[in-house]
Every structure is written in C-alpha cells, then in structure tokens.
C-alpha cells in the first residue's frame, strides 16, 4: 500500500545538538510538507517542496532546514537554533491537483529535548 | 485571530449520540478539509469539500461558502471515534489549520 512513512515516531534530542527527521512517500507524489503541531495551536507550516531540489519556507521556518534531493524523500533538520524544538512534527504530501485530491499526512515524529 | 475557528474545543458524548464540530474561516477558499488525528498522532483525511454536502458511513460533511462555514456531523456516535478532528481550509497556495476538537465518546 502506498502511503507516507516518518521516522522515527518519538526522538529524544539533546540542547545544541542537531537532528534529522525522515520522511517518506511511495505515493508519486510531487509536494511534500512539514508541519509543527503545538498544544493548542493548529499545524503550522515549516517548510514546502512542490518539485525535486525545490523548497519554499513556510511560515515558521527558523531553525529548520530541508533538502529534496529525491521526489520520495524530504527530510527535516531541527537544528539547535530553534529555540523550542519540542514539538510534534508531521509531514504530508500531495499531487498537483491539490483542490481535488488534498493531503495525505504521515503517522508524526514527537520530538523531545532533554 | 486564526484564520480557521472552531467549536467546540473539547466535546464529551455518551455513545450513540448524534455530534456536530463546527468551523467557521475568514479567508476565500478553493476547498475545506476535514481531517481526523488519533490519539498516536497520526492524521487521516475523511472529507473534503468545496461545496454542498458529503456522506462516509456515519459521518457527514456540510459546508455553506457564502456563510463561511462547515459543519461535521457524526451520527450514533461511538468510543471509537474519540479523536481531535481539524478543520483545514485551503486558500490559494496556503492551507489554515483550525486548533482541532477533541471529542470523547463514552460507552
């Protein structure tokens, strides 16, 4: 089945240190998305890749950064200039025809610093 | 101010009971999402919509462009459907998230 895999689910990182969350998708999609969940706050945008070696920042992107070296894969690294990494991180995908077909999302990394 | 709203924030049901979580949104939109997050985290997408009604099971999707507004409507509601659902306009290139309702079903 096809489908969006992030790993790994929960990720323990040390202050300063950077960290790297991995993302996946066998769905031929062309867009993939990062997404912080907080408490009480719906998701917000990271970053964005609508094509392979693209990406746009996306509302909070201080302390992020991505690569989209492979249509599957866009990988997100926390680095220790965010300021409160911990968080939940959810990353989604979805064809050109968003207006038709929407997101499909992946099952989340909750990431803490310790 | 968000611009995606909804309510309630927190719903308590006894099962079979009929639900409605409301959104309302601010901006012009191309289509609105109605997304369910279980309890792991993980999100699924049940509706989306960019006008009149959708029907999946015992869910219901409405939504009302002129009033900026859309309702999700589950019907004999049961513990399994416990879960925070988020409301999700997109408007041009964007997506708005409302905070999401989290809903309980008590058996």
């Known amino acids: 089945d096809g489908g969006i895999t992030q790993s790994p689910k929960y990720l323990f990182r040390k202050e300063g240190q950077n960290v790297t969350l991995s993302c996946e998708q066998n769905l031929n999609h062309d867009a993939m998305y990062w997404y912080r969940q907080d408490p009480g706050q719906g998701l917000r945008l990271i970053y964005y890749?609508?094509?392979?070696?693209?990406?746009q920042k996306g509302d909070i992107a201080e302390g992020y950064s991505v690569s989209r070296e492979k249509k599957e894969s866009f990988p997100l690294t926390v680095t220790s200039a965010q300021k409160n990494p911990t968080a939940f991180y959810l990353c989604a995908s979805s064809i050109e025809d968003r207006v038709k077909y929407g997101y499909t999302f992946g099952s989340g990394t909750r990431l803490t610093v310790v | 101010k968000n611009e995606v709203e909804q309510s309630p924030q927190n719903l308590t049901a006894q099962e079979g009971e009929f639900i409605t979580i409301n959104c309302s949104y601010s901006v012009g939109i191309s289509a609105l999402h109605w997304l369910q997050q279980h309890p792991g985290g993980g999100i699924v997408s049940l509706f989306m919509l960019s006008s009149g009604k959708k029907k999946h099971g015992r869910l219901i999707a409405t939504i009302n462009i002129q009033e900026k507004h859309s309702s999700l409507h589950i019907t004999a509601s049961h513990p399994r459907d416990s879960a925070v659902y988020i409301c999700a306009v997109r408007s041009g290139n964007q997506f708005y998230f409302g905070t999401g309702t989290s809903l309980t079903v008590i058996p």
């Open positions: 890749s609508q094509i392979v070696n693209d990406f």
